[in-house]
Protein backbone atom coordinates (compact mmCIF):
# COMPACT_ATOMS: atom_id res chain seq x y z
CA UNK A 1 0.00 0.00 0.00
CA UNK A 2 2.76 2.35 1.02
CA UNK A 3 4.45 1.60 -2.36
CA UNK A 4 1.33 2.86 -4.02
CA UNK A 5 1.41 5.86 -2.55
CA UNK A 6 4.58 6.64 -3.63
CA UNK A 7 3.43 5.68 -6.71
CA UNK A 8 0.28 7.62 -7.16
CA UNK A 9 1.71 10.58 -5.51
CA UNK A 10 5.11 10.75 -7.86
CA UNK A 11 7.12 10.23 -4.66
CA UNK A 12 10.49 8.98 -5.38
CA UNK A 13 10.64 5.44 -3.92
CA UNK A 14 11.57 5.19 -0.36
CA UNK A 15 10.09 8.81 0.31
CA UNK A 16 7.87 6.91 2.90
CA UNK A 17 10.66 4.57 4.63
CA UNK A 18 9.35 6.11 7.43
CA UNK A 19 5.80 4.88 7.34
CA UNK A 20 7.62 1.35 6.24
CA UNK A 21 9.42 1.93 9.77
CA UNK A 22 6.63 2.97 12.09
CA UNK A 23 4.37 0.01 10.66
CA UNK A 24 6.72 -2.55 11.12
CA UNK A 25 7.66 -1.60 14.30
CA UNK A 26 4.19 -1.27 15.58
CA UNK A 27 1.60 -2.01 12.76
CA UNK A 28 -1.11 -0.27 11.96
CA UNK A 29 -2.66 2.01 14.74
CA UNK A 30 -5.33 3.14 12.69
CA UNK A 31 -5.29 7.23 12.96
CA UNK A 32 -3.29 7.22 15.53
CA UNK A 33 -0.06 5.85 13.32
CA UNK A 34 0.09 9.59 11.94
CA UNK A 35 1.53 10.52 15.05
CA UNK A 36 4.34 8.36 15.28
CA UNK A 37 5.46 8.93 12.23
CA UNK A 38 5.47 12.93 12.56
CA UNK A 39 6.98 11.91 16.05
CA UNK A 40 10.23 10.36 13.77
CA UNK A 41 10.34 12.88 10.90
CA UNK A 42 10.78 15.84 13.82
CA UNK A 43 13.36 13.47 15.72
CA UNK A 44 15.28 13.19 11.94
CA UNK A 45 15.02 16.66 11.56
CA UNK A 46 12.86 16.92 8.64
CA UNK A 47 11.58 20.93 8.01
CA UNK A 48 9.53 22.54 5.73
CA UNK A 49 5.94 21.45 4.21
CA UNK A 50 4.70 18.08 5.61
CA UNK A 51 1.33 16.14 5.20
CA UNK A 52 -0.09 14.23 7.58
CA UNK A 53 -3.24 12.07 6.26
CA UNK A 54 -5.22 9.49 8.75
CA UNK A 55 -8.35 7.16 8.45
CA UNK A 56 -10.31 7.23 11.65
CA UNK A 57 -13.39 5.30 12.86
CA UNK A 58 -16.45 5.26 10.05
CA UNK A 59 -14.05 5.90 7.01
CA UNK A 60 -13.52 9.81 8.14
CA UNK A 61 -10.25 10.85 6.95
CA UNK A 62 -8.46 13.99 8.07
CA UNK A 63 -5.56 15.79 5.99
CA UNK A 64 -3.30 18.43 7.61
CA UNK A 65 -0.72 20.62 6.23
CA UNK A 66 2.37 21.04 8.36
CA UNK A 67 5.13 23.66 8.51
CA UNK A 68 8.10 22.68 10.15
CA UNK A 69 10.60 25.42 11.32
CA UNK A 70 14.11 24.40 10.91
Given at each position: ?I ?8 L?Q ?20 V??V ?6 A ?5 LM ?8 S ?7 V??
Amino acid sequence: MITALEQALELGQGALDLERDVLRDHGNMSAPTVLFVLERALAAGRTGRLMTTALGPGFSAAFTPVDVAA
